[in-house]
């Protein structure tokens, strides 16, 4: 495959999009100043992933023209995950997005605090019913 083939068209228009919409400023954004002296820049998390592909269609005859499909995509995800917060000789990191954490992690973190309620419930019904049915 020749350094002019169709497929390093396809493939050199998809890159060049995909570079217009990811470059340094989008992981680091622009800083945004207060009128406090605050400065707030904010990071982001940047995925992207590109395929591409095509074929020749050639004819028998090597004086017809030769046919050629192709095609190719990109996405591109962008998480904003904290800002930088600059305040004089202080530099803060605040995520704005939770830690490593699921539900699963969240339920194992109430777990000792649903087992106490569940055992106090337990507990105050246990000594109502030790009292003894009342009698008529």
């Given at each position: 495959m020749g350094?002019?083939?169709?497929?390093?068209?396809?493939?050199?228009t998809t890159m060049n999009k995909v570079r217009?919409?990811?470059?340094a400023n989008t992981v680091v954004?622009?800083?945004?100043?207060t009128p406090e002296g605050v400065t707030?820049?904010?990071?982001?998390?940047?995925s992207f992933g590109f395929g591409s592909g095509g074929s020749d269609f050639n004819a028998k005859k090597e004086s017809a023209p030769k046919n050629f499909g192709g095609g190719a995509a990109a996405g591109v995800n962008v998480d904003p995950i904290a800002f930088l917060i600059v305040r004089k000789d202080t530099v803060r990191?605040?995520?704005?997005?939770?830690?490593?954490y699921g539900p699963v992690d969240k339920l194992i973190d109430f777990m000792p605090d649903i087992v106490d309620?569940?055992?106090n419930f337990v507990d105050s019904r246990k000594s109502g019913k030790d009292e003894g049915p009342e009698e008529a």
């Open positions: 350094t002019n083939h169709p497929i390093n068209e396809v493939i050199g217009e919409m990811v470059d954004g622009e800083p945004i100043h707030i820049i904010p990071v982001s998390r940047i990191l605040l995520p704005c997005t939770p830690g490593p309620r569940v055992s």
